[in-house]
C-alpha cells in the first residue's frame, strides 16, 4: 500500500540554506495533509498542515505546498538550522473517514553547520 | 502545553503474554488513535475511537487487540496473546475534533521475546 509515497529517504542541505521534502500521494480523498517531525525513539511532532481547500500554508520558517492535480505536496524549511535535523512524515486523512493518517515512509534531513 | 502521554515507555514481555499500553490524551480532545511503528517501517494505523466506541480499524487490528477509554482519561492498547510481529513502537494520538491535526504521545516500545 503505497498511497502516501516520499522517494528521498534522505537530505542534506547546509545551513541558512532551503530544504526541500517532497511528497506524493494516489489517494483522491485524502484533503488534509500534515508534516510531522520525529527525533529517534519519540513520537511524531505536528510541524504544518493544510486542508485541499489551500495551496499553501506557511508557519514562520515553514511553508507547505499543495499540487492538488499533481497529487503533490512539499515542506520548504528557510533557514534550514542544524536543530532541524530530523526524519519528516508525510501524512494525509480522508473526509468521511474517521480522519487517520496514511503516513509516507519519511525523509531523513540532515542540516549540516 | 498539553501534550499526549504514554506508559510504559518501554516493555518487554513473553510471546503469549497479555500487554496493556496507556495513553492519556490531550484533555479536552474526543479522537482517540493507536498506531505502531515496526522497526525501519511506516508508521500504520491501528484503530480509532470517538464516543466511547471504535470508528475504524485496520487489517492490522484482530481480535487479539482491544481498546478502551475506562475513565474519562485514559485510553488503553490491549494485546490478548502477544506474537513476536506485535514488537514495534506503539503510538498513542489524539484529536480535538475531525478536520484538525492529530497529537502523538511519545510512544511504548515493545518488545515480544
Known amino acids: 500500500d503505497q498511497q502516501v509515497k516520499q522517494n528521498s529517504p534522505s537530505l542534506s542541505v547546509q545551513e541558512g540554506r532551503i530544504s526541500i521534502l517532497n511528497c506524493d500521494y494516489t489517494?483522491?480523498?485524502?484533503?488534509?495533509f500534515l508534516w510531522y517531525k520525529k527525533y529517534p525513539a519519540e513520537g511524531p511532532t505536528f510541524l504544518i498542515s493544510?486542508?485541499?481547500?489551500?495551496d499553501k500554508n506557511e508557519d514562520g520558517r515553514f511553508t507547505v505546498f499543495l499540487n492538488k492535480s499533481a497529487k503533490h505536496l512539499s515542506l520548504h524549511i528557510v533557514p534550514s538550522q542544524p536543530g532541524d535535523s530530523a526524519v519528516y512524515f508525510c501524512?494525509?486523512?480522508?473526509?468521511?473517514?474517521?480522519?487517520?493518517?496514511?503516513f509516507g515512509s519519511g525523509t531523513q534531513l540532515t542540516v549540516l553547520p | 502545553e498539553p501534550e499526549v502521554t504514554q506508559t510504559p515507555s518501554h516493555q518487554v514481555t513473553q510471546m503469549g503474554q497479555e500487554v496493556i499500553l496507556r495513553c492519556v490524551p490531550i484533555?479536552?480532545?474526543?479522537?482517540f488513535y493507536w498506531y505502531r511503528q515496526i522497526l525501519g517501517q511506516k508508521v500504520e494505523f491501528l484503530v480509532s475511537?470517538?464516543?466511547?466506541?471504535?470508528?475504524?480499524k485496520s487489517e492490522i487490528f484482530d481480535d487479539q487487540f482491544s481498546v478502551e477509554r475506562p475513565d474519562g482519561s485514559n485510553f488503553t492498547l490491549k494485546i490478548r496473546s502477544t506474537k513476536l510481529e506485535d514488537s514495534a513502537m506503539y503510538f498513542c494520538?489524539?484529536?480535538?475534533?475531525?478536520?484538525?491535526?492529530?497529537?502523538f504521545g511519545p510512544g511504548t516500545r515493545l518488545l515480544v521475546l
Open positions: 501524512a494525509a486523512s480522508a473526509h468521511g473517514s474517521a480522519r487517520q493518517l496514511t
Open positions: 489517494n483522491s480523498m485524502f484533503d488534509y
Open positions: 493544510i486542508s485541499s481547500i489551500k
Open positions: 484533555s479536552n480532545h474526543l479522537y
Open positions: 475511537f470517538y464516543n466511547n466506541e471504535i470508528s475504524e
Open positions: 494520538a489524539s484529536m480535538f475534533r475531525s478536520d484538525e491535526t492529530q497529537y
